[in-house]
T-cell receptor, first 118, second 109 residues
Framework: DVKVTQSSRYLVKRTGEKVFLECVQD?????MFWYRQDPGLGLRLIYF???????EKGDIPEGYSVSREKKERFSLILESASTNQTSMYLC?????????????????FGSGTQLSVL | AQRVTQPEKLLSVFKGAPVELKCNYS??????LFWYVQYSRQRLQLLLR??SRESIKGFTADLNKGETSFHLKKPFAQEEDSAMYYC???????????FGKGTKLTVNP
């Protein structure tokens, strides 16, 4: 079974702090994603990556950056946390092949990190 | 722009009643659609995909291109079906999923 592990289940930070959210997958997946999940807003894509050192902006990248130095690890960075970034953050991965659409594609999700910015 | 609309935030039915969770999409190409589910304190996971034409846990979903809909249905709801359900659209030529805002289903005893 694919495992997507997010390093923290709960995180409390102060406004202005630099925050790192870590995600690791163990199935050699090409694609990794960061979503945030908010009540009434659903899941919104922040950033995604097709390959090591590759990143692409999702729908709401402002205030975030990412890093993918190794295939299995995808980090989400909040350079200067703000209260409106309080949310549940979900990491996901999929097998994928770069630039190729696979009809049997599905996302495997981590259990989420609930971030509170005070 | 691609968009997925789930018009109901909350849906409440009684055990044994039929249930239908609505999903409409906006997409100019040939859509690939999915339903994801999140049970209480569990990870978000794939429930079914339209291309497989499968039934999972008694749920089915039919793609209706004329109505641009992909409603999720189950003839007899069970209490364990209570969960958050998300409809999702795969953007053609990419690996990106666009999600709806979700519907919270509660099945009452």
């Amino acid at each position: 079974d694919v495992k997507v592990t997010q390093s923290s289940r709960y995180l409390v930070k102060r406004t202005g702090e630099k925050v790192f959210l870590e995600c690791v997958q163990d199935m050699d997946h090409e694609n990794m994603f960061w979503y945030r999940q908010d009540p009434g807003l659903g899941l919104r894509l922040i950033y995604f990556s097709y390959d090591v050192k590759m990143k692409e902006k999702g729908d709401i990248p402002e205030g975030y950056s990412v890093s993918r130095e190794k295939k299995e690890r995808f980090s989400l960075i909040l350079e200067s946390a703000s209260t409106n970034q309080t949310s549940m953050y979900l990491c996901a991965s999929s097998l994928g092949k770069q630039g190729v659409f696979a009809t049997n594609e599905k996302l495997f999700f981590g259990s989420g990190t609930q971030l509170s910015v005070l | 722009a691609q968009r997925v609309t789930q018009p109901e935030k909350l849906l409440s039915v009684f055990k044994g009643a039929p249930v239908e969770l609505k999903c409409n999409y906006s997409y100019s190409g040939s859509p690939e659609l999915f339903w994801y589910v999140q049970y209480s304190r569990q990870r978000l996971q794939l429930l079914l995909r339209h291309i497989s034409r499968e039934s999972i846990k008694g749920f089915t979903a039919d793609l209706n291109k004329g109505e641009t809909s992909f409603h999720l249905k189950k003839p007899f709801a069970q209490e364990e079906d209570s969960a958050m359900y998300y409809c999702a659209l795969l953007q053609g030529g990419s690996e990106k999923l666009v999600f709806g805002k979700g519907t919270k289903l509660t099945v009452n005893p």
